[in-house]
Protein backbone atom coordinates (compact mmCIF):
# COMPACT_ATOMS: atom_id res chain seq x y z
CA UNK A 1 0.00 0.00 0.00
CA UNK A 2 1.49 3.31 -0.75
CA UNK A 3 0.06 7.02 -0.96
CA UNK A 4 -0.62 6.87 -4.36
CA UNK A 5 -3.14 3.92 -4.26
CA UNK A 6 -4.55 5.83 -1.16
CA UNK A 7 -5.07 8.96 -3.57
CA UNK A 8 -6.41 6.64 -6.11
CA UNK A 9 -9.32 5.14 -3.88
CA UNK A 10 -10.40 8.61 -2.85
CA UNK A 11 -10.48 9.91 -6.09
CA UNK A 12 -12.79 7.26 -7.45
CA UNK A 13 -14.70 7.48 -4.67
CA UNK A 14 -15.55 11.04 -5.91
CA UNK A 15 -15.74 10.91 -9.43
CA UNK A 16 -18.69 9.23 -10.98
CA UNK A 17 -17.11 6.82 -12.95
CA UNK A 18 -13.54 4.43 -13.25
CA UNK A 19 -13.18 6.62 -16.45
CA UNK A 20 -13.77 10.29 -14.84
CA UNK A 21 -11.46 9.34 -12.62
CA UNK A 22 -8.97 8.25 -14.70
CA UNK A 23 -8.96 11.70 -16.68
CA UNK A 24 -9.35 13.30 -13.18
CA UNK A 25 -5.57 11.07 -12.36
CA UNK A 26 -3.68 11.81 -15.78
CA UNK A 27 -3.89 7.88 -16.07
CA UNK A 28 -5.04 5.30 -18.01
CA UNK A 29 -8.15 3.27 -16.86
CA UNK A 30 -6.19 0.29 -17.04
CA UNK A 31 -3.26 1.26 -15.13
CA UNK A 32 -5.62 2.77 -12.39
CA UNK A 33 -8.28 -0.27 -12.08
CA UNK A 34 -4.88 -3.08 -11.46
CA UNK A 35 -3.61 -0.15 -8.97
CA UNK A 36 -6.24 -0.84 -7.14
CA UNK A 37 -7.35 -4.05 -7.42
CA UNK A 38 -3.79 -4.68 -6.25
CA UNK A 39 -4.59 -2.51 -3.16
CA UNK A 40 -7.67 -4.82 -2.48
CA UNK A 41 -5.67 -7.67 -2.98
CA UNK A 42 -3.30 -7.15 -0.56
CA UNK A 43 -5.91 -5.69 2.15
CA UNK A 44 -8.23 -8.64 1.37
CA UNK A 45 -11.10 -6.47 0.78
CA UNK A 46 -13.35 -5.19 -2.10
CA UNK A 47 -13.29 -1.49 -1.66
CA UNK A 48 -15.68 -1.08 -5.08
CA UNK A 49 -18.27 -3.16 -6.17
CA UNK A 50 -18.25 -2.80 -9.94
CA UNK A 51 -21.48 -3.19 -12.02
CA UNK A 52 -22.62 -3.18 -15.45
CA UNK A 53 -23.92 0.17 -14.22
CA UNK A 54 -20.72 1.25 -12.36
CA UNK A 55 -18.66 1.07 -9.44
CA UNK A 56 -20.03 1.78 -5.68
CA UNK A 57 -18.52 2.13 -2.26
CA UNK A 58 -18.89 -1.20 -0.45
CA UNK A 59 -19.38 -1.20 3.54
CA UNK A 60 -15.81 -2.23 4.10
CA UNK A 61 -14.43 0.26 1.11
CA UNK A 62 -16.67 3.31 2.95
CA UNK A 63 -14.63 2.44 6.33
CA UNK A 64 -11.31 2.44 4.31
CA UNK A 65 -12.28 4.94 2.72
CA UNK A 66 -12.54 7.21 6.14
CA UNK A 67 -8.74 6.56 7.21
CA UNK A 68 -7.78 6.99 4.20
CA UNK A 69 -8.75 10.66 3.83
CA UNK A 70 -6.82 11.24 6.92
CA UNK A 71 -3.79 9.41 6.12
CA UNK A 72 -4.12 11.86 2.84
CA UNK A 73 -4.30 14.83 4.56
CA UNK A 74 -1.23 14.07 6.98
CA UNK A 75 0.80 13.21 3.98
CA UNK A 76 -0.37 16.41 2.06
CA UNK A 77 0.49 18.43 5.43
CA UNK A 78 3.89 17.18 5.82
CA UNK A 79 4.67 17.45 2.19
CA UNK A 80 3.50 20.72 1.84
CA UNK A 81 5.23 21.95 4.99
CA UNK A 82 8.88 19.98 4.23
CA UNK A 83 9.04 19.10 1.13
CA UNK A 84 7.28 21.83 -1.50
CA UNK A 85 9.15 25.27 -2.06
CA UNK A 86 7.10 26.97 0.47
CA UNK A 87 8.52 25.54 3.03
CA UNK A 88 10.31 28.79 4.21
CA UNK A 89 6.84 30.43 4.90
CA UNK A 90 4.85 30.45 7.43
CA UNK A 91 1.44 28.51 7.78
CA UNK A 92 -1.88 28.78 9.18
CA UNK A 93 -5.72 27.20 8.14
CA UNK A 94 -8.91 27.93 9.40
CA UNK A 95 -12.10 25.76 8.83
CA UNK A 96 -15.31 27.39 9.17
CA UNK A 97 -18.94 26.60 8.43
CA UNK A 98 -20.06 29.76 6.62
CA UNK A 99 -19.95 32.80 8.99
CA UNK A 100 -18.78 35.85 8.00
CA UNK A 101 -17.28 36.83 11.29
CA UNK A 102 -14.15 34.16 11.44
CA UNK A 103 -13.47 35.34 7.97
CA UNK A 104 -13.07 38.99 9.86
CA UNK A 105 -11.28 37.57 12.41
CA UNK A 106 -8.75 35.58 9.90
CA UNK A 107 -8.32 39.09 7.73
CA UNK A 108 -7.28 40.74 11.17
CA UNK A 109 -5.59 38.37 11.90
CA UNK A 110 -3.11 38.72 8.97
CA UNK A 111 -3.01 41.87 9.24
CA UNK A 112 -1.75 42.41 12.58
CA UNK A 113 0.12 39.19 12.42
CA UNK A 114 1.83 40.84 8.64
CA UNK A 115 4.51 37.83 8.30
CA UNK A 116 6.77 38.59 5.63
CA UNK A 117 6.58 35.47 3.70
CA UNK A 118 3.29 33.04 4.38
CA UNK A 119 0.71 30.51 3.24
CA UNK A 120 -2.52 31.18 5.31
CA UNK A 121 -5.49 29.22 4.17
CA UNK A 122 -9.66 29.50 5.06
CA UNK A 123 -12.03 26.43 3.58
CA UNK A 124 -15.62 27.55 4.27
CA UNK A 125 -16.39 24.11 3.80
CA UNK A 126 -18.93 21.58 4.87
CA UNK A 127 -19.79 20.24 8.43
CA UNK A 128 -18.04 16.73 8.29
CA UNK A 129 -15.32 18.66 6.72
CA UNK A 130 -14.60 21.67 8.96
CA UNK A 131 -14.48 18.62 12.15
CA UNK A 132 -12.07 16.08 9.99
CA UNK A 133 -9.94 19.31 9.21
CA UNK A 134 -9.07 19.71 12.60
CA UNK A 135 -9.23 16.50 13.86
CA UNK A 136 -6.54 15.68 11.12
CA UNK A 137 -4.59 19.12 11.95
CA UNK A 138 -4.91 20.25 8.53
CA UNK A 139 -6.75 23.43 10.23
CA UNK A 140 -5.80 24.29 14.21
CA UNK A 141 -8.83 26.08 14.03
CA UNK A 142 -12.99 25.35 13.28
CA UNK A 143 -15.75 27.16 13.25
CA UNK A 144 -19.07 25.28 13.82
CA UNK A 145 -22.48 25.57 14.87
CA UNK A 146 -25.23 23.36 16.35
CA UNK A 147 -29.05 23.69 17.25
CA UNK A 148 -31.73 21.25 19.03
CA UNK A 149 -32.63 19.30 16.43
CA UNK A 150 -28.44 18.68 15.37
CA UNK A 151 -26.63 18.88 19.27
CA UNK A 152 -26.74 15.20 20.01
CA UNK A 153 -25.22 14.19 17.55
CA UNK A 154 -22.46 16.71 17.26
CA UNK A 155 -21.25 16.72 20.68
CA UNK A 156 -20.98 12.89 20.39
CA UNK A 157 -18.45 14.01 17.23
CA UNK A 158 -16.97 16.36 19.05
CA UNK A 159 -15.77 13.60 21.70
CA UNK A 160 -15.26 10.52 19.15
CA UNK A 161 -13.11 13.05 17.30
CA UNK A 162 -11.21 14.48 20.66
CA UNK A 163 -12.09 18.13 19.44
CA UNK A 164 -12.78 20.82 22.47
CA UNK A 165 -15.68 23.36 21.76
CA UNK A 166 -15.95 26.80 22.55
CA UNK A 167 -19.37 28.33 22.69
CA UNK A 168 -19.03 32.06 21.17
CA UNK A 169 -23.00 33.34 20.97
CA UNK A 170 -26.19 31.69 20.61
CA UNK A 171 -28.24 32.95 17.92
CA UNK A 172 -32.10 32.56 17.22
CA UNK A 173 -33.57 31.22 14.05
CA UNK A 174 -34.08 33.74 11.32
CA UNK A 175 -34.89 33.09 7.38
CA UNK A 176 -33.22 35.42 4.47
CA UNK A 177 -35.26 36.28 1.77
CA UNK A 178 -34.37 39.19 -1.13
CA UNK A 179 -35.20 42.77 -0.86
CA UNK A 180 -37.97 42.48 -3.05
CA UNK A 181 -39.51 40.04 -1.44
CA UNK A 182 -43.71 40.25 -0.45
CA UNK A 183 -42.61 39.32 3.30
CA UNK A 184 -39.18 41.68 3.33
CA UNK A 185 -40.66 44.25 5.84
CA UNK A 186 -41.75 41.38 7.72
CA UNK A 187 -40.26 41.53 11.83
CA UNK A 188 -41.68 38.08 12.07
CA UNK A 189 -42.82 35.00 9.52
CA UNK A 190 -44.18 31.34 10.36
CA UNK A 191 -41.98 28.41 8.07
CA UNK A 192 -45.34 27.36 7.31
CA UNK A 193 -46.21 31.15 5.67
CA UNK A 194 -43.12 30.30 3.27
CA UNK A 195 -44.31 26.66 2.04
CA UNK A 196 -45.04 27.90 -1.27
CA UNK A 197 -41.61 28.96 -1.88
CA UNK A 198 -38.64 26.51 -2.29
CA UNK A 199 -35.86 26.57 1.15
CA UNK A 200 -32.22 26.95 -0.43
CA UNK A 201 -29.96 24.59 2.24
CA UNK A 202 -26.55 24.35 2.04
CA UNK A 203 -25.55 20.77 0.66
CA UNK A 204 -24.00 18.75 3.01
CA UNK A 205 -24.12 15.39 0.95
CA UNK A 206 -24.04 11.46 1.94
CA UNK A 207 -26.07 9.43 3.84
CA UNK A 208 -26.72 10.30 7.30
CA UNK A 209 -25.44 14.01 6.82
CA UNK A 210 -29.14 15.70 7.43
CA UNK A 211 -28.15 16.56 11.38
CA UNK A 212 -24.96 17.54 9.87
CA UNK A 213 -27.04 20.62 8.49
CA UNK A 214 -25.64 24.12 9.82
CA UNK A 215 -29.18 25.50 9.45
CA UNK A 216 -31.34 25.28 12.23
CA UNK A 217 -34.67 23.23 11.73
CA UNK A 218 -32.45 20.42 10.51
CA UNK A 219 -35.53 17.92 10.75
CA UNK A 220 -38.24 20.17 9.32
CA UNK A 221 -39.84 18.54 5.93
CA UNK A 222 -39.90 21.04 3.68
CA UNK A 223 -42.55 21.07 0.55
CA UNK A 224 -40.04 22.90 -1.39
CA UNK A 225 -36.12 22.66 -1.19
CA UNK A 226 -33.33 23.37 -2.94
CA UNK A 227 -29.30 22.13 -1.84
CA UNK A 228 -26.77 24.37 -2.78
CA UNK A 229 -22.53 24.69 -2.25
CA UNK A 230 -22.18 27.13 -3.37
CA UNK A 231 -22.78 30.92 -1.34
CA UNK A 232 -22.83 33.23 -5.12
CA UNK A 233 -25.60 30.31 -6.08
CA UNK A 234 -27.57 30.53 -3.25
CA UNK A 235 -28.27 34.12 -3.52
CA UNK A 236 -29.07 33.65 -7.08
CA UNK A 237 -31.75 31.45 -6.47
CA UNK A 238 -32.97 33.33 -3.30
CA UNK A 239 -33.46 36.45 -5.90
CA UNK A 240 -34.66 34.65 -8.75
CA UNK A 241 -37.37 32.24 -7.22
CA UNK A 242 -38.49 34.27 -4.24
CA UNK A 243 -36.86 31.44 -2.34
CA UNK A 244 -35.44 32.04 1.61
CA UNK A 245 -32.86 30.26 3.20
CA UNK A 246 -32.56 30.15 7.01
CA UNK A 247 -29.44 31.38 9.16
CA UNK A 248 -28.48 33.15 12.43
CA UNK A 249 -29.58 36.30 11.18
CA UNK A 250 -26.05 38.22 10.82
CA UNK A 251 -26.15 39.83 8.31
CA UNK A 252 -22.92 41.72 7.37
CA UNK A 253 -23.80 45.09 5.86
CA UNK A 254 -20.36 45.92 4.12
CA UNK A 255 -20.50 42.13 2.62
CA UNK A 256 -21.22 42.63 -1.26
CA UNK A 257 -22.48 39.03 -1.44
CA UNK A 258 -25.11 39.28 1.11
CA UNK A 259 -26.28 43.10 0.57
CA UNK A 260 -29.31 41.92 -1.33
CA UNK A 261 -30.84 39.96 1.71
CA UNK A 262 -33.22 40.79 4.10
CA UNK A 263 -33.31 38.43 7.69
CA UNK A 264 -37.12 38.05 9.28
CA UNK A 265 -37.45 36.33 12.81
CA UNK A 266 -39.05 32.91 12.76
CA UNK A 267 -41.52 32.06 14.89
CA UNK A 268 -40.66 28.37 15.35
CA UNK A 269 -37.60 28.55 18.00
CA UNK A 270 -34.58 26.30 17.37
CA UNK A 271 -31.91 28.29 18.04
CA UNK A 272 -28.25 28.22 17.10
CA UNK A 273 -25.29 27.89 19.20
CA UNK A 274 -21.79 28.97 17.52
CA UNK A 275 -18.29 28.13 18.53
CA UNK A 276 -15.20 27.48 17.76
CA UNK A 277 -13.11 23.83 17.77
CA UNK A 278 -9.53 22.79 18.56
CA UNK A 279 -7.88 19.50 18.54
CA UNK A 280 -7.50 18.19 22.20
CA UNK A 281 -4.07 18.28 23.38
CA UNK A 282 -2.70 19.77 20.49
CA UNK A 283 -0.31 22.75 21.31
CA UNK A 284 -1.37 25.77 19.23
CA UNK A 285 0.69 28.29 17.10
CA UNK A 286 1.33 31.86 17.81
CA UNK A 287 -1.12 32.28 14.82
CA UNK A 288 -4.05 29.92 16.03
CA UNK A 289 -3.83 32.21 19.70
CA UNK A 290 -4.19 35.04 18.02
CA UNK A 291 -7.06 33.96 15.79
CA UNK A 292 -8.58 32.39 18.83
CA UNK A 293 -8.34 35.77 20.57
CA UNK A 294 -9.88 37.60 17.83
CA UNK A 295 -12.91 35.01 17.84
CA UNK A 296 -13.27 36.21 21.59
CA UNK A 297 -14.51 39.46 20.42
CA UNK A 298 -17.56 38.31 19.13
CA UNK A 299 -17.81 35.93 22.53
CA UNK A 300 -21.73 36.28 24.13
CA UNK A 301 -21.73 33.08 26.14
Known amino acids: MNITQLKYVLEIAAASSMREAAARLFVSEPALSASVK ?13 TNKGIKV ?14 VSQFEILENRYFSKDGDKEHF ?3 TQHYNFAIKAFS ?22 VLDDVRSL ?3 VGIVSFSGSNEEIIK ?22 WKDHEFAGRE ?16 QTGEGKLYLNEEALADYDFKKMIRSDDRATTMELIADLHGYS ?19 KLKEEDPLIIGYIIRKNSKMSSYGESYIKELLKYKEL
Do not use: W
Open 93 to 95: SVS
Open 58 to 71: TKEGAEFITYAKKS
Open 188 to 203: EISIEEMADYPCVLFD
Open 156 to 177: KLFKEYELIFTPLMKRETYIYV
Open 246 to 264: IGSGMLSGDNAVLKGLVSI
Open 108 to 129: KLLKKADPEKYIFSIHETKTQE
Open 38 to 50: ELESELGILIFDR
Open 138 to 140: KSE
